[in-house]
Nanobody, 124 residues
Framework: QVELVESGGDSVQAGGSLTLSCAAS????????MGWFRQAPEKELEGVAL???????RYADSVKGRFTISKDKANNTLYLRMNSLNVEDSAMYSC??????????????????WGQGTQVTVSS
């Protein structure tokens, strides 16, 4: 069974940086696409970044050049490095995973496993 546990959310000032982590269990030895999504109050869920089984990455236009997704296969941990944070980045960030060796996309329906989320708050 896949379990995803996020950490690293915090309150920071605009222009600051944070690194989110997602500890994944039940994924070792398998091909998985893993990603980060976020949802702000009264807004729709937004796909932020993903890394597929071949380490190809995709980013939302709103975070390109500022966020970097990476994974540590040895520790089954997914990361999201966020630089130059702005108020619009404030949201609950959730880690997601799907067992697939093929391409995957930043759509909620592409992921079957979800973590509980970690809150990021950016103040001006």
């Amino acid at each position: 069974q896949v379990e995803l546990v996020e950490s690293g959310g915090d309150s920071v000032q605009a222009g600051g940086s944070l690194t989110l982590s997602c500890a994944a269990s039940g994924v070792s030895g398998s091909r998985y696409c893993m990603g980060w999504f976020r949802q702000a109050p009264e807004k729709e869920l937004e796909g932020v970044a993903l890394i597929d089984a071949h380490s190809n990455t995709r980013y939302a236009d709103s975070v390109k050049g500022r966020f970097t997704i990476s994974k540590d296969k040895a520790n089954n941990t997914l990361y999201l490095r966020m630089n130059s944070l702005n108020v619009e980045d404030s949201a609950m960030y959730s880690c997601a995973a799907e067992a697939t060796g093929g391409p995957c996309y930043l759509f909620r329906s592409d992921f079957g496993f979800w973590g509980q989320g970690t809150q990021v708050t950016v103040s001006s």
